[in-house]
């Protein structure tokens, strides 16, 4: 018994897929700690029959399962209870994946484990790598087999010990021809379908970049525990710096190449932004570079901070990354002169371990230098400057005639106060104008001897002076801090304006009017529209308006006031006013969307249009092979019966004649059943199908089945209580909807399991349910195993040309009911036909055997 306190371990054995031997590794695991001394159970094992495992449970205690009865049927799960009751220190419980039988106290195996673990038992369970619902998609896409119960990979990602169960294909496909996987009649559809060479290749690769992704993030949580900042080169890791420009495209693809050089490279694009918020970055142009990296295989980060080569080195160690390419810089050499060092430059000084890639570009160079305007308005600088020549005059009057009150001290304070207020009116030019002006006033009328520029004491000089070097600093301050609140308020405005937009994309919304009203309120218009450019055929180039908001009345982008190109052939024009530069790069993603708007509508109606030509065209192609195969075969049987038999050249006997004879009636009934089924689909289609129902007794409807059935329906089990209602049906088509379905029951149920027929009542509907042991319908092919001419790509049409779930599904709708299918419980499929409830009530049960029952109307 174990004692032992806190959360249990839980230990997985993980396989590319059936027959690795995972249970059997599992057990021999088992075997080693009993040895040890270990107090080791079985919760619950699958051995499919397999010898070898079945022989590595000897000498393991096993807890008997619980037997649980679902629908008339019996299934066994592994007995929780008992195991906690138990409370090994370690018990194996196969199958992670597994669902759990209804009236289970959970719904998956795995939950039953993880109320294990949290009783402080040590769990050793297995999984196949098609199983992970992450990659669930993936592997149908390889196998084209959907994978019905799957588990969620936090629960296997939590596992205390993953071990890789591995094989080659080749070792597989010999272990499976030998026997040691499926049974004999199984191996051979097996190896040629789910146990081909491509698939077990391909999910091997998917577990083993699965295990090694489970493996890189361990590694990265012991660096981070250990503080470890050096590269491990573990794995090749490119970091790509994007700043938005047009340089972008042609980095990403060289750090993909990069990437590529080694198998299982991994591509991560960051983006630094300042930490103010504020950015040069092209948004529109940024967005596409983001969807050619993650198109490609890569992924996008933004991160914050003000010294990009720091930010990029911290992120690319942060991640682990072995290599970091960057472009060279756009700065002209002049630029580059002003402004020391760039980020290539201290980005290689600082890297350490990490390779800096620098990558030449067209751009390269074509920089300038950044111009000494500041971004305040020209209106305001003018301002500033009327405000400094007004206040030096205004200072030097009323200084002057309060002389005798103040010292040159006051003085140079007062005038250090104008360079402030002109500094936060006008900016640093003006600012600066103050100072030296403001520095020339003191000296000519405040500074003895008065009215000379001459300076006797040194103490003045350097009181001037000071007074120059303060008033130049505080003007450059105030001027960038006023210059900054600016710039940060234009960069919220357009951070909720792009946060709008991006809202919009993300609701779905499609009104292509109402974005360019919001683009004409946003920007102050009176007119937006969005022209498309079409080719007449004298090749002449028109404009003609998609959509347009406000009062446009421009006919070429020319007429507007602002034209804002989304791509070649459409055109974002607006009306009311120039746009400046930086407001063009912000109505640049508006364009961008409204080119997407007009694409997506575009699609949608090409898919509507040709929806119904699709469907048209694939029923067609689907009647043609029916046509071709399914009438022309009973026809050809037919005609070779009776052409034998008025053949002069051959004397038949008796027996031949009569087997002759039964021959061409059997295709021709073939021949007939179809033409009706197809028939009887046509009336259903056109609503023309006459339907009587009446108050119906399923006794009378099942006889009339088997009957109908003849040999076949002796392997039917029937199940039906006496005392159920009548339903109010059409007794001969209800009869042809359970023949259609038990037909199928019993072509798809394996030896010694005959399908299965129930009924019951819920409310004021009967349920009759045709259950089979077969192979089942995965649930997104349910709907389409429905429509006609369907087969779930079987190739076989020898039984029919797939008429049979549309007409049975239609039929029982003719009725007013319905038809649905469901899982049965341990594998195979369950087909549930809902009918109405009669209003009459049962008076007189008939004797077994008996197809009477008498009514009386309620």
Not at 262 to 285: E, F, I, K, M, Q
Not at 391 to 396: G, I, P, Q, V
Not at 569 to 576: E, F, W
Request: proline letters at 5%.
């Amino acid at each position: 018994m174990s004692s032992r306190a806190g959360r249990g371990h839980l230990r997985v054995y993980l396989g590319a897929a059936p027959g690795v031997g995972k249970t059997y590794k599992m057990l021999g695991e088992a075997q080693r700690r009993r040895d040890r001394g270990t107090d080791v159970v079985v919760g619950f094992i699958e051995t499919h029959n397999r010898e070898h495992t079945a022989a590595m449970l000897d000498g393991l205690e096993v807890i008997p399962r619980r037997i649980l009865d679902y629908r008339g049927a019996s299934f066994t799960e592994m007995d929780l209870d008992a195991v906690l009751a138990r409370r090994p220190e370690v018990v194996l419980v196969d199958e992670l994946a597994h669902s759990n039988v209804p009236g289970s106290r959970h719904v998956k195996r795995w939950e039953d484990i993880d109320e294990l673990l949290a009783a402080g038992i040590d769990v050793i369970s297995t999984v196949n790598i098609q199983h992970l619902e992450s990659i669930n998609d993936v592997v149908e896409k390889i196998t084209g087999v959907p994978q019905q119960e799957t588990v969620p990979d936090r629960v296997v990602r939590s596992a205390d010990q993953i071990e890789l169960v591995d094989m080659t294909p080749e070792a597989l496909r010999r272990r499976m021809a030998h026997g040691n996987v499926y049974a004999a009649d199984k191996v051979d559809a097996a190896l040629g379908n789910y146990f081909r060479v491509g698939n077990l290749s391909a999910l091997r690769e998917l577990a083993l970049l699965w295990l090694a992704d489970r493996v890189d993030a361990g590694l990265q949580q012991y660096r981070t525990q250990h503080d470890i900042q050096s590269t491990w080169e573990a794995r090749e890791r490119v970091v790509v710096a994007l700043t938005g420009g047009p340089e972008g495209e042609t980095l990403i693809r060289r750090a993909v190449r990069v990437a590529a050089r080694s198998s299982g490279g991994d591509l991560l694009a960051v983006h630094v932004t300042r930490s103010d918020g504020l950015t040069g970055a092209d948004p529109a142009r940024l967005a596409q570079q983001r969807a050619l990296v993650e198109s490609l295989g890569g992924t996008y980060h933004q991160v914050v901070g003000d010294d990009i080569p720091t930010a990029l080195l911290s992120f690319a160690r942060a991640e682990n990354a072995t290599q970091l390419v960057l472009g060279d810089s756009r700065r002209s050499r002049l630029a580059a002169l002003f402004s020391g060092p760039g980020i290539g430059v201290t980005s290689i000084r600082e890297s350490g371990d990490i390779d800096v890639h620098i990558v030449t570009h067209s751009q390269r160079g074509r920089g300038r230098l950044p111009g000494l305007r500041g971004s305040l308005s020209q209106r305001r600088q003018a301002m500033g400057f009327v405000l400094s020549v007004v206040l030096m005059a205004a200072l030097a009057v009323l200084l002057g005639l309060g002389d005798d009150a103040l010292n040159l001290t006051s003085d140079v304070l007062v005038f250090l106060l104008a360079v402030v207020v002109v500094a936060l009116v006008g900016g640093l030019w003006p600012a600066l104008l103050t100072a030296v002006g403001g520095s020339l006033v003191l000296n000519y009328f405040f500074t003895p001897p008065i009215r000379t520029f001459n300076i006797t004491e040194p103490n003045n000089a350097l009181a001037l002076g000071i007074f120059i070097l303060v008033a130049t600093m505080v003007s450059s301050v105030v001027d960038r801090a006023a210059r900054r609140t600016r710039q940060a308020a234009r960069s919220a405005a357009e951070s909720e304006t792009l946060a709008t937009l991006a809202g919009a994309v993300l609701r779905g919304e499609t009104a292509l009017p109402a974005l360019l009203e919001r683009v004409r309120e946003t920007f102050g218009m009176t007119g937006a529209c969005l022209m498309e450019r079409v080719d007449d055929e004298e090749l002449t180039e028109t404009w003609r308006p998609i959509a347009g908001a406000g009062t446009p009345t421009c006919r070429r982008p020319e007429d507007g006031d602002a034209e804002i190109p989304g791509r070649e052939d459409l055109v974002l024009v607006l009306q009311g006013r120039t746009l400046a530069a930086d407001e063009r790069r912000l109505v640049g993603a508006f364009a961008a969307h409204a080119v997407a708007l007009v694409d997506r509508s575009r699609l949608s109606e090409a898919a509507a249009e040709a929806k119904p030509l699709a469907e048209a065209d694939k029923l067609r192609t689907a009647l043609l092979r029916a046509v071709g195969h399914d009438l022309r075969s009973p026809l050809a049987s037919a005609k070779a019966s009776v052409t034998s038999l008025r053949s002069a050249d051959v004397e038949w006997g008796p027996a031949e004649r009569e087997e002759l004879l039964a021959n061409a009636d059997e295709s021709l009934d073939r021949l007939s059943r179809l033409v009706d089924n197809l028939l009887d689909l046509s009336r259903l289609q056109a609503g023309v199908l006459p339907v009587f129902t009446r108050p119906a007794a399923l006794d009378e409807v099942m006889a009339g089945v088997l009957a109908e059935l003849g040999d076949e329906g002796g392997q039917v089990i029937v199940d039906i209580p006496h005392t159920l209602p009548l339903v109010n049906a059409d007794p001969a088509l209800l009869e042809r909807v359970v023949a259609n379905l038990l037909g199928n029951a019993i072509r798809h149920s394996p030896a010694g399991r005959p399908p299965l027929v129930t009924a019951s009542t819920l409310g004021n509907i009967v349920e009759i349910r045709v259950i089979d042991r077969g192979p089942g319908i995965p649930r997104e092919d349910r709907d389409r195993v429905f429509a006609p001419f369907q087969r779930l790509g079987d190739t076989d049409n020898t039984t029919g040309v797939g008429l049979g779930l549309a007409l049975a599904r239609g039929l029982a709708e003719a009725m007013d009911g319905s038809l649905q299918p469901e899982d049965t419980p341990g594998g195979g499929l369950t087909m549930v036909i809902s009918m109405p409830k009669a209003t009459t009530r049962v008076t007189d049960v008939p004797v077994p055997g008996s197809r009477e029952r008498t009514g009386t109307t309620e």
